[in-house]
T-cell receptor, first 114, second 112 residues
């Protein structure tokens, strides 16, 4: 089965700084997504990462706050910009693996903003 | 957009007993219903899914049922084991595994 690697796995950041999370998939991918999971909460879709073009954001999420890149089929980054304590969450990368129409998740990146 | 509700939020069962988690959805066009298990410190892992052309699917101790008329689906775990303890999420989508809407999660505890 496909493996989705995220880094960092966790980080503690200061208010006002930015952090970039990287996601690498070891299999052929059709689509990649970024989700947020706030403490004890469910998963909320942030955006669909589009290869070579701007990501498609869900309501409530904007590019200036969460810039996303996807320079090739199997790699994507999510940046959390100008962080505040409210951004403390787990950020999950996910992908639709080619030939298997199921959504697979990485282990997540736990971000704490002080 | 789709709204998925999940109950109960917490569930404790004795080892060997069965556990049932229920979800309802709002969009009658939804056609794909996966269930994910999330263990502490890990990402969600797909355990079973069902599409709208079937009413029930089983995989060993896990089964999912779907009632399209009532717009609800359920996860059934039989002969529960301590390693079944985790948070379980249901989800629904009108576009396959793309753009899933997740329920709020059920924390299942299996008591040895």
């Amino acid at each position: 089965s496909a493996v989705i690697s995220q880094k960092p796995s966790r980080d503690i950041c200061q208010r006002g700084t930015s952090l970039t999370i990287q996601c690498q998939v070891d299999s052929q991918v059709t689509m990649m997504f970024w989700y947020r999971q706030q403490p004890g909460q469910s998963l909320t879709l942030i955006a669909t990462a589009n290869q070579g073009s701007e990501a498609t954001y869900e309501s409530g999420f904007v590019i200036d706050k969460f810039p996303i890149s996807r320079p090739n089929l199997t790699f994507s980054t999510l940046t959390v910009s100008n962080m505040s304590p409210e951004d403390s969450s787990i950020y999950l990368c996910s992908a639709l693996i080619s030939g298997a129409n199921v959504l697979t998740f990485g282990a997540g990146s736990r971000l704490t903003v002080l | 957009g789709e709204n998925v509700e999940q109950h109960p939020s917490t569930l404790s069962v004795q080892e060997g007993d069965s556990a049932v988690i229920k979800c309802t959805y709002s969009d009658s066009a939804s056609n794909y219903f996966p269930w994910y298990k999330q263990e502490l410190g890990k990402g969600p892992q797909l355990i079973i899914d069902i599409r709208s052309n079937v009413g029930e699917k089983k995989d060993q101790r896990i089964a999912v049922t779907l009632n399209k008329t009532a717009k609800h689906f359920s996860l059934h775990i039989t002969e529960t084991q301590p390693e079944d303890s985790a948070v379980y999420f249901c989800a629904a989508s009108i576009a396959g595994a793309n753009n899933l809407f997740f329920g709020t999660g059920t924390r299942l505890t299996v008591i040895p």
